[in-house]
C-alpha cells in the first residue's frame, strides 16, 4: 500500500526529484496581511486542538517581530515556523493541493523546507523545534507523503538533544512541544512499522493540562500521549525483532496484555467519544471536535486490527471462522470503513486517515469475504466493500487522480463476483450448504491464451490473502508457519478437466480485470502451463 501511493504520488515523473530544493529559497509568495490573519486563524480554529504547541500570544509577538526585521537580518527559524503556520491554515482556503509543488500552500511551504538546513543543526532553540513541529505536521498529508518520517524523526532528535523530555521543572511551552512530538512520533513509527526513537524509559517529565484540547470532558492530548505510549509498547512487545523470537506461550501472554491495556485505554474515553459506541459526528459543533474523534477512533482500530491479526497467526489452531480474535479484528475494519463517509476528502487530511486506514480495513473485509463466504457477516461486509469503493471514487475525484482510488474500489466488484460463484443449492448435513466451485476454462482458443481468468485468479487470491495482507493493517506481523485463515474445503471432489471443458458455461466470461491488472501485473499463462493442466486434467483427479 505505502510503495503504490508513493509511486502513484511521489515518483510520478522525473520532474518531482526538482521539486524540493534546499539549496536557495524559491520566489517570495504574496501574502497580504488580511490573508495572514485569515490563515493563522484557521490554523489555530483547525489544527490547534490536535496539535496544541503553540501559544496565541506569543506566536504574535513573532510574527510582529518578524515584520521589523530586513529581508537580510530574517531571523530563519522564526520564517519557516510562520510559514508553516501560514501553510497549514491556507489549505482551509482551498489553496491545497494533492500533487507535491502545486499550489498556494506548497509555495509556502517550499520557503519552510528552504530554511530545513538552519533548523537541524546546533544552535538549536525552542522556535526552531517548533518550526520543525509545524512542518511534520504539514508533511501528514499526500504531497509530502516522503518527508513526513524525516521532519518528526528530526524533530524527535532535536527535542531529546535540547533535553525537554529530562526536565521536571521545564516551562508549559517545552511540555507542550515535546508531548505533541512525542505521540506524533510514536503514531507514526507505529504505521510505518519502525521502532520509536523516543525512549520511554528516559523520560522524566509531566503531561500538561491543555484547556484547549478538552471537549466535553474528554482530554484529547492526555489520552492521545496514552495512545502513543501504548503504540510504543505494543511495537516492543508483539512486532520487534525481538518479538518474533518469542515462544508461542510468551507471544500469546503479550498478546493479552496488550489487549487488556488497549480495553483500559478505550474505557478511559467519555462514552459520547469511546471507540466501538455509536457515535453522532454531525452533532459536534466546532469541526476540529470531528477531526480529533476520526483520529482517535482509527488510531485505536489501528493498534486493534494490528494485535488481532497476529493473534490469529500465532494461535492458528483455533477455529477462525469463530474466534473472538476474528470477531474484533471484523469489528474493527467494519467501523473504520464506517467512519470513513465523515472524512473530509482535501489536500489537508493525513494520509493516515483518507488513505491508509480505510485500505487497511477494505483489504481486511475482502479477506474475511473471501475466505468465509458463508459468515454471518458476509453481507454486511460486501455492503461495506461497497461503501468502501464510493469512498475511494470521490478520493481519486477529488484529488484528480492522484491517489489511485479506482484499484482499491475494485475489490468491491471482485468480492461480489466471488460470492455470487458459490451457488447456495440448500442446506447439506449439519446445516452447512453445498456450494457449486466450478471454475470454468482458463483455455478458450489460442487467442485467449494471454488472458486472465477472474475466478482462478481469486483463487489464488484466497489461498494467500493472509500473507499478502502482512503489508498493511499499519505493522508487517512476523513470519508465522501457518496462516491467518485456513482454505475453504468443499464437500465434493472436481475433475480437473473442468478447467478446460467448463468454459463456454460460465457466465462471467474470460478477460482482464482491471484490480488484477494492478495485483498480478505480470501473471501470463505460457504453452508449458497449459500443457501441464492438460496432462493433469488427462491422468489425475484432485480435491480443490
Given at each position: 500500500m505505502e510503495n503504490l501511493l508513493s509511486k502513484e504520488i511521489c515518483v510520478k515523473s522525473d520532474s518531482n526529484f526538482t521539486i524540493i530544493n534546499l539549496d536557495k529559497l524559491p520566489e517570495t509568495i504574496m501574502v497580504t496581511a488580511a490573508e495572514a490573519d485569515t490563515y493563522i486563524e484557521a490554523y489555530f480554529e483547525n489544527l490547534h486542538p490536535l496539535y496544541p504547541f503553540l501559544d496565541r500570544q506569543e506566536f504574535s509577538s513573532h510574527v510582529l517581530e518578524l515584520g521589523t526585521q530586513d529581508t537580510e537580518d530574517t531571523n530563519k527559524a522564526l520564517s519557516a515556523l510562520y510559514h508553516a503556520v501560514l501553510a497549514l491554515g491556507n489549505q482551509y482556503h482551498n489553496s491545497g493541493s494533492f500533487v507535491p509543488g502545486s499550489g498556494k500552500s506548497w509555495g509556502l511551504f517550499q520557503i519552510c523546507l528552504g530554511h530545513l538546513p538552519d533548523l537541524i543543526v546546533p544552535t538549536y532553540s525552542l522556535v526552531k523545534l517548533q518550526a520543525l513541529t509545524a512542518m511534520s505536521i504539514f508533511a501528514m498529508n499526500a504531497s509530502c507523503i516522503k518527508l513526513d518520517q524525516t521532519l518528526i524523526y528530526e524533530a524527535a532528535r532535536v527535542a531529546q538533544y535540547i533535553r525537554y523530555h529530562k526536565s521536571c521543572n521545564a516551562q508549559e511551552s517545552h511540555l507542550r512541544l515535546f508531548w505533541t512530538i512525542y505521540y506524533i512520533e510514536k503514531m507514526t513509527a507505529f504505521y510505518e512499522s519502525n521502532s520509536s526513537v523516543i525512549a520511554d524509559e528516559d523520560i522524566g517529565c509531566v503531561v500538561?493540562?491543555?484547556?484547549?484540547?478538552?471537549?466535553?470532558?474528554?482530554?484529547?492530548?492526555?489520552?492521545?500521549?496514552?495512545?502513543?505510549?501504548?503504540?510504543?509498547?505494543?511495537?516492543?512487545?508483539?512486532?520487534?525483532?525481538?518479538?518474533?523470537?518469542?515462544?508461542?506461550?510468551?507471544?500469546?501472554?503479550?498478546?493479552?496484555?496488550?489487549q487488556n491495556r488497549l480495553e483500559q485505554w478505550r474505557l478511559s474515553v467519555p462514552m459520547a467519544y469511546r471507540p466501538r459506541e455509536a457515535l453522532q459526528l454531525s452533532k459536534f459543533e466546532r469541526p476540529s471536535t470531528k477531526w480529533i474523534v476520526i483520529q482517535a477512533q482509527y488510531l485505536y482500530y489501528n493498534l486493534v486490527i494490528a494485535v488481532e491479526r497476529l493473534s490469529l497467526h500465532v494461535d492458528a489452531e483455533d477455529d477462525a471462522d469463530t474466534s473472538p480474535n476474528q470477531r474484533n479484528l471484523m469489528d474493527a475494519a467494519q467501523r473504520v470503513v464506517e467512519l470513513a463517509p465523515f472524512i473530509d476528502l482535501a489536500p489537508h487530511m493525513p494520509i493516515f486517515v483518507a488513505g491508509i486506514m480505510p485500505m487497511s480495513a477494505t483489504f481486511v473485509l475482502f479477506d474475511l469475504v473471501i475466505c468465509y463466504p458463508r459468515h454471518d457477516e458476509t453481507n454486511k461486509n460486501l455492503a461495506l466493500l461497497d461503501q468502501a469503493a464510493e469512498y475511494f471514487t470521490r478520493l481519486e475525484m477529488a484529488s484528480k487522480g492522484v491517489i489511485p482510488g479506482r484499484n482499491i474500489a475494485e475489490f468491491a466488484t471482485i468480492a461480489r463476483h466471488y460470492i455470487r460463484k458459490i451457488k447456495f443449492d440448500g442446506a447439506g448435513p449439519g446445516g452447512v450448504h453445498q456450494c457449486d466451485f466450478s471454475i470454468p476454462d482458463l483455455v478458450q482458443g489460442s487467442e485467449k491464451l494471454g488472458q486472465r481468468n477472474l475466478d482462478m485468479e481469486l483463487?489464488?487470491?484466497?489461498?494467500?490473502?493472509?500473507?499478502?495482507?502482512?503489508?498493511?493493517?499499519?505493522?508487517h506481523l512476523p513470519t508465522m508457519e501457518k496462516s491467518l485463515t485456513q482454505p475453504m474445503e468443499p464437500p465434493s471432489c472436481l475433475d480437473p478437466a473442468i478447467l478446460l471443458e467448463k468454459s463456454g458455461e460460465s457466465e462471467y466470461p474470460i478477460g482482464s480485470h482491471p484490480a488484477f491488472d494492478f495485483l498480478f501485473p505480470d501473471w501470463t499463462l505460457d504453452d508449458r502451463t497449459i500443457a501441464e493442466l492438460r496432462h493433469a486434467a488427462a491422468t489425475s483427479e484432485c480435491d480443490l
Open positions: 500538561p493540562a491543555v484547556p484547549e484540547s478538552t471537549i466535553g470532558g474528554y482530554d484529547w492530548f492526555l489520552s492521545a500521549t496514552r495512545l502513543g505510549r501504548l503504540c510504543s509498547m505494543t511495537y516492543t512487545s508483539l512486532f520487534s525483532t525481538e518479538a518474533t523470537l518469542k515462544t508461542k506461550a510468551s507471544l500469546l501472554t503479550s498478546i493479552k496484555l496488550i483463487e489464488n487470491l484466497c489461498a494467500s490473502s493472509a500473507d499478502n495482507m502482512r503489508n498493511f493493517g499499519g505493522s
